[in-house]
């Protein structure tokens, strides 16, 4: 079965961390892009970071810039969304999704169930 698997979320205090990781299988992530979401109780779901193949190309948006990073062990065909100085704003669900050659925004081949992150004190 092809599809992403997304772990690591959890229950964290403000200012925390957090490391999610987003594992494939049944396919190689080694031509893939990959996009990190999320969504918000009753918000859209908002693209937080793109990590490009090779991993030579991270972008992150606005919100997260500074905070979070983006990396990939393609031998272990993970990628992971490191979180630091978490918000309660953070709070979403996070999604990471794979498309061949190009940052995933609506379109893409695959993506993760999710995992909850929940920032309070």
């Known amino acids: 079965q092809l599809q992403l698997v997304e772990s690591g979320g959890g229950l964290v205090q403000p200012g925390g961390s957090l490391r999610l990781s987003c594992a494939a299988s049944?396919?190689?992530?080694?031509?893939?892009?990959i996009g990190w979401f999320r969504q918000a109780p009753g918000k859209e779901r908002e693209g937080i970071s793109c990590?490009?193949?090779?991993?030579?190309?991270?972008n992150l948006a606005a919100s997260v810039k500074g905070r979070f990073t983006a990396s990939r062990d393609n031998a272990k065909n993970t990628v992971y969304l490191q979180m630091n100085s978490l918000k309660p704003e953070d709070t979403a669900v996070y999604y990471c999704a794979a498309r061949k050659d190009y940052c995933p925004t609506t379109v893409a081949n695959y993506w993760g169930q999710g995992t909850q992150v929940t920032v309070s004190s």
């Open positions: 990590i490009t193949s090779s991993g030579g190309n991270i």
């Open positions: 049944g396919f190689g992530l080694d031509y893939y892009a």
